[in-house]
């Protein structure tokens, strides 16, 4: 199992999803009870807050996201990353951080988002 590959293709879909506005497309990129906290203190819970959350992103302006992978892990069924991530506000200003996934492979193959953490450096 190449574990930067999995994670690179699954950054590749997640970039995509988010640069293009699809937010239904990036939320099943989770799982079911997937917890992300954009470094607020905030859980969010379950697709359906991961979609309202990533939809004020998206109505706020944030473009061109991108993931460089600093180290992945894992084995068997679970695997993470921790990457630093860049996009640009609406106002072209550019932002980044820190971010953490752990992903985990279901029975017909597919790698699902459980759990996404993330910073913003002031």
Do not use: C, P
């Not at 099943?28 to 997937?34: G, K």
């Not at 379950?46 to 996201?65: Q, S, Y």
């Not at 072209?92 to 953490?100: E, P, R, T």
Request: glycine share 8%.
């Amino acid at each position: 199992m190449d574990i930067k590959s999995i994670i690179e293709t699954a950054n590749l879909a997640w970039n995509k999803a988010l640069n293009s506005g699809s937010v239904k497309t990036l939320a099943a990129l989770y799982t079911d009870n997937s917890i992300i906290s954009a470094g607020n203190g905030i859980i969010h819970t379950g697709r359906d807050e991961i979609e309202k959350l990533f939809m004020e992103f998206v109505k706020n302006g944030v473009h061109n996201h991108t993931l460089e992978i600093i180290e992945v892990g894992g084995s068997d069924k679970v695997i993470y990353q921790v990457s630093k991530w860049n996009a640009n506000a609406a106002e072209s200003s550019s932002f980044g951080g820190i971010a953490m996934s752990v992903l985990e492979q279901y029975s017909d193959g597919k790698w699902l988002i459980n759990s996404h953490v993330w910073n913003v450096k002031s």
